[in-house]
């Protein structure tokens, strides 16, 4: 019985609750639950279903408000951070993640702030702790992204990766491409389907992209960038003209991430029609240039609380079966 807090109580959080309560590939114990104003924490394990229903009715998921000192003071296996991402310092999500490490539990995350703002301090803490930080819901929700390089391809010499890595801004370009919709259309009907954020800044300026072109990055490269280090552009200024005139060269617009030992970089780019990299909708796929298998593709959808949830499950799984 593997004993897990859960910090971030969003919908990735629950979707991470609802698959523990529908039944993990390991026996979980989930002994803390965190939101952003409260927390819940059981030594014998909580009611999930109840920690969700008082969510639903009151808003909160316990009597505590400190996270870091349950934290401190619960005991548990397994830190799973779902809370959402915040740039500059990464905290609050930075520090929880420090302090599970600090009490000898590993860390699996989907928050792209510790990993793309303090990936090198935080991997050098886990390191001296002798634990484990995986991350494979940060990059491209279910889509073996972190794992396909740490493990699928890790006798192979990596040199690059070029991805679509955002499912908000495929489906914006792609509605624009079929319809000759504008911009402010498509993002329009995005807002009213949940696609975007009603605030969608950050995935239309390109920003959630770079984030994860930075944790690709680092992981290959085991480097110390960050967001600064990445030539961002997003989608914003797309038209259906230039759509059309793509196309009728045979080439489709695409937001495209490329990451190499030298530079970082996310603007549209021009995609031949039928090339690994021209997926429509919500779809996200992830190109890898190695040296001895080629290219390496995987496609599939990058975003949802239930995707995002699969790979957290995944990286538990994965912990306790190595431990």
């Known amino acids: 019985m593997v004993r897990v807090a859960l910090v971030g109580f969003g919908a990735v959080g629950r979707g991470f609750a609802d698959a523990v309560l529908g039944g993990a590939p390991v026996d979980v114990d989930v002994v803390l639950v965190a939101d952003s104003s409260s927390v819940a924490v059981d030594g014998d394990g909580l009611d999930l279903a109840s920690v969700k229903e008082r969510k639903e009715d009151e808003g909160v998921v316990g009597d505590g408000e400190d996270t870091v000192g349950a934290l401190e003071e619960a005991e548990y296996d397994v830190l799973v951070e779902a809370s959402p991402t915040t740039l500059g310092d990464a905290e609050p999500a930075f520090g929880y993640m420090m302090t599970a490490i600090d009490n000898g539990a590993h860390v699996v995350t989907s928050n792209k702030g510790p990993l793309a703002m303090r990936y090198a301090e935080l991997m050098e803490k886990a390191d001296e702790a002798g634990v484990e930080v995986r991350m494979e819901g940060a990059v491209g929700g279910a889509i073996p992204t972190i794992n396909t390089v740490r493990e699928s391809l890790a ?47 950050f995935d239309v300026e390109g920003i959630d992209t770079a984030l994860k ?15 600064d280090d990445v030539d961002v552009d997003g989608i914003t200024e797309v038209t259906p003209d230039s759509l059309r005139l793509a196309r009728e060269s045979g080439h489709v ?32 796929v992830v190109s890898f240039d190695a040296d001895l298998a080629g290219e390496v593709t995987v496609t599939g959808h990058g975003a949802g609380s239930s995707e995002t949830a699969s790979a957290l499950v995944s990286d538990l799984t994965a912990v306790v079966r190595k431990s």
């Not at 072109?213 to 967001?227: A, D």
């Not at 695409?254 to 779809?283: I, N, W, Y």
């Open 155 to 201: 006798g192979d010499d990596v040199s690059g990766v070029r991805g679509i890595l955002n499912g908000t801004c495929n489906f914006i370009l792609t509605r624009m491409l079929e319809e000759g919709l504008t911009y402010e259309h498509v993002l329009g009907e995005a807002q009213d389907m949940g696609i975007a954020e009603s605030d969608p800044t």
């Open 213 to 227: 072109c930075v944790i690709l990055s680092n992981v290959l490269f085991e480097g110390e960038r960050t967001l």
């Open 253 to 284: 617009v695409k937001l495209v991430g490329e990451v190499s030992e030298d530079a970082l970089s996310v603007a549209p780019r021009l995609v031949p029609e039928g090339h690994a990299l021209d997926v429509g909708g919500t779809l996200n």
